[in-house]
């Protein structure tokens, strides 16, 4: 409990304030304004509910990819009935899954060459929390959203997947909590593996091609959609 709440309290008495005064920033460059006092006053009640939302979006982010790490990635045996074999099966899964980030991999294509950050979990994850969910992203964010799927919601998204998938590293479904205390590195990986993929045009025109067919197979967004707003240690395998 104690963990818990030292979480909570940093959260609230700093990450949250970074967050709110880099928004204040944004709408002082547009010409946006807060009146007098107004910040001082309720910064603390604005904290406060930016924590819940940020702990109510990582709960619905794993209830979506548990759902879609059991169904997608085999990682529970449909025709072994010894415990013992079974555990075995699940734990064997997991560990090459996980292994250099193959949960993010969908085969090869037509010359051999993998496709990075392209699997359809990953895929199906991006398309209905980022687009469809009640908390999608998309109602606030369309022109980020529009064209393809933003890197940082493919890294978060392949984070919660993990997370999902990590949760029967023991051969059995064991629930974990989502805290950036476990699963920070996975996200930084992704974004790192991101820069990697920019080096490689080949490999980038591949995961640029495909991040957009997310959106497209969401269907909750078009160039054109009249209320848009304007102006505004996983392994890169480069055979």
């Known amino acids: 409990?104690?963990?818990?709440?030292?979480?909570?309290?940093?959260?609230?008495?700093?990450?949250?304030?970074?967050?709110?005064?880099?928004?204040?920033?944004?709408?002082?460059?547009d010409d946006i304004g807060v009146d007098a006092g107004i910040w001082d006053e309720h910064k603390c009640d604005m904290a406060i509910i930016l924590w819940d939302d940020h702990a109510t979006m990582r709960s619905e982010m794993k209830k979506v990819a548990r759902s879609i790490a059991a169904a997608k990635y085999d990682i529970l045996p449909t025709d072994v009935y010894d415990n013992n074999k079974?555990?075995?099966?699940?734990?064997?899964?997991?560990?090459?899954?996980?292994?250099?980030?193959?949960?993010?991999?969908n085969g090869v294509d037509e010359q051999g060459g993998t496709n990075n950050l392209a699997n359809d979990a990953l895929g199906e994850f991006c398309s209905t929390f980022f687009y469809m969910s009640e908390h999608a992203l998309t109602k606030s964010f369309l022109d980020e959203f529009a064209e393809a799927v933003p890197k940082g919601a493919v890294a978060l998204g392949a984070t919660t997947l993990a997370a999902a998938i990590d949760e029967y590293k023991t051969g059995i479904y064991k629930p974990m909590k989502f805290v950036s205390e476990l699963y920070q590195p996975i996200?930084?990986?992704?974004?790192?593996?991101?820069?990697?993929?920019?080096?490689?045009?080949?490999?980038?025109?591949?995961?640029?091609?495909?991040?957009?067919?997310?959106?497209?197979?969401?269907?909750?967004l078009t160039r054109n959609q009249s209320n848009r707003r304007h102006n505004w240690g996983l392994k890169l395998k480069l055979d």
């Open 1 to 29: 409990m104690g963990g818990a709440t030292s979480t909570r309290e940093a959260f609230i008495n700093k990450t949250s304030i970074e967050y709110l005064t880099e928004t204040l920033e944004d709408f002082a460059a």
């Open 86 to 105: 079974y555990r075995e099966y699940v734990c064997s899964q997991v560990q090459d899954l996980l292994d250099g980030g193959n949960f993010l991999h």
């Open 187 to 220: 996200y930084d990986s992704v974004m790192q593996l991101y820069d990697d993929v920019k080096l490689d045009p080949y490999h980038l025109k591949k995961c640029q091609v495909v991040h957009k067919k997310w959106v497209c197979a969401a269907g909750t």
